[in-house]
């Protein structure tokens, strides 16, 4: 097995006026351990809040007892949408794996850890976890989401269970495809590519990622949020009858998961 301390995972996170999380977001990737180095890229897509003040507010680069540490600050002059930005930190990325995370979102620790050892161990592409749903203002929900802990490209179909801030993926293969289309869930569609490619991911049914339901979040919308996801199935190319048969299991693994 590689050795552990020749692993840099690149932490991409978007951020769009979230000055308020940004914060605690950073910090739970900087505070994560196992013996890896970590450099964490906030993409800034034109924010007029304090976004570059609070990056600015952390040393470039420092080394620990786990590796080094370092933190990179891009900016987009104009608005690109989530999908690009994310793109232009894997364009960035020098991370033999590249983590997900939102702005407003936050990690546990060991989140990465964990991940990275069943990767390593099964030689994965893509691996998410379980999450934990809080309020806006971070109190927690009591609602938990699980993870199965192999996902493949016929269950990803029936419900996307790979949210994006859990996502861990080689960096390689996210550049074989990026991200696309912010109206759609421009994250389902990579993880369905990547799968329908490699075949398997894998999960850590744990909670190991806060994901924070915001007001203005894409999916807090559910009516909105089914037509983007049958969306994603014809943007696939699958044909009109499959794609009410995927939405019924979407539908249905929906009412599960937030009920």
């Given at each position: 097995?590689?050795?552990?301390?020749?692993?840099?995972v690149s932490?991409?996170?978007?951020?769009?006026?979230?000055?308020?999380?940004?914060?605690?977001?950073?910090?739970?990737a900087?505070?994560?351990?196992?013996?890896?180095?970590?450099?964490?890229?906030?993409?800034?897509?034109?924010?007029?809040?304090?976004?570059?003040?609070?990056?600015?507010?952390y040393?470039?680069?420092?080394?620990?007892?786990?590796?080094?540490?370092?933190?990179?600050?891009?900016?987009?002059?104009?608005n690109?949408?989530?999908?690009?930005?994310?793109?232009?930190?894997i364009?960035?990325?020098?991370?033999?794996y590249?983590?997900?995370?939102?702005?407003?979102?936050?990690?546990?620790?060991?989140?990465?850890?964990?991940?990275?050892?069943?990767?390593?161990?099964?030689?994965?592409v893509?691996?998410g976890?379980?999450?934990?749903l809080?309020?806006?203002?971070?109190?927690?929900?009591?609602?938990?989401?699980?993870?199965?802990?192999?996902?493949t490209?016929?269950?990803?179909?029936?419900?996307?269970?790979?949210?994006?801030?859990?996502?861990?993926?080689?960096?390689?293969?996210?550049?074989?495809?990026?991200?696309?289309?912010?109206?759609?869930?421009?994250?389902?569609?990579?993880?369905?590519?990547?799968?329908?490619?490699?075949?398997?991911?894998?999960?850590?049914?744990e909670?190991?990622?806060?994901?924070?339901?915001?007001?203005?979040?894409?999916?807090?919308?559910k009516?909105?949020?089914?037509?983007?996801?049958?969306?994603?199935?014809?943007?696939m190319?699958?044909?009109?009858?499959?794609?009410?048969?995927?939405?019924?299991?979407?539908?249905?693994?929906?009412?599960?998961?937030?009920?």
């Amino acid at each position: 097995m590689e050795n552990r301390e020749e692993i840099v995972v690149s932490v991409i996170i978007p951020a769009h006026n979230a000055a308020a999380f940004l914060k605690q977001a950073i910090d739970s990737a900087l505070d994560q351990k196992g013996g890896f180095g970590l450099e964490v890229i906030v993409i800034d897509d034109a924010s007029t809040d304090a976004t570059e003040e609070i990056v600015a507010g952390y040393p470039a680069k420092w080394d620990t007892p786990e590796g080094i540490r370092s933190i990179c600050y891009l900016k987009n002059e104009q608005n690109q949408g989530v999908a690009e930005t994310r793109n232009k930190g894997i364009r960035n990325a020098a991370g033999k794996y590249i983590a997900f995370l939102d702005a407003d979102d936050w990690w546990e620790q060991g989140k990465l850890q964990k991940q990275l050892a069943l990767m390593e161990e099964k030689k994965a592409v893509l691996c998410g976890t379980g999450r934990l749903l809080v309020h806006a203002d971070g109190s927690s929900t009591g609602k938990q989401i699980e993870v199965p802990d192999e996902i493949t490209y016929e269950m990803l179909l029936r419900t996307n269970s790979i949210t994006c801030s859990s996502a861990v993926l080689l960096t390689e293969v996210a550049r074989e495809f990026y991200m696309c289309h912010d109206e759609l869930h421009e994250d389902y569609i990579l993880w369905l590519k990547v799968l329908q490619k490699y075949r398997k991911a894998y999960g850590i049914n744990e909670p190991l990622v806060n994901c924070r339901q915001s007001e203005g979040g894409k999916s807090r919308n559910k009516w909105k949020s089914a037509k983007m996801h049958f969306g994603v199935y014809r943007y696939m190319k699958i044909g009109c009858l499959r794609s009410c048969y995927y939405m019924i299991h979407y539908i249905w693994n929906g009412i599960r998961k937030y009920h």
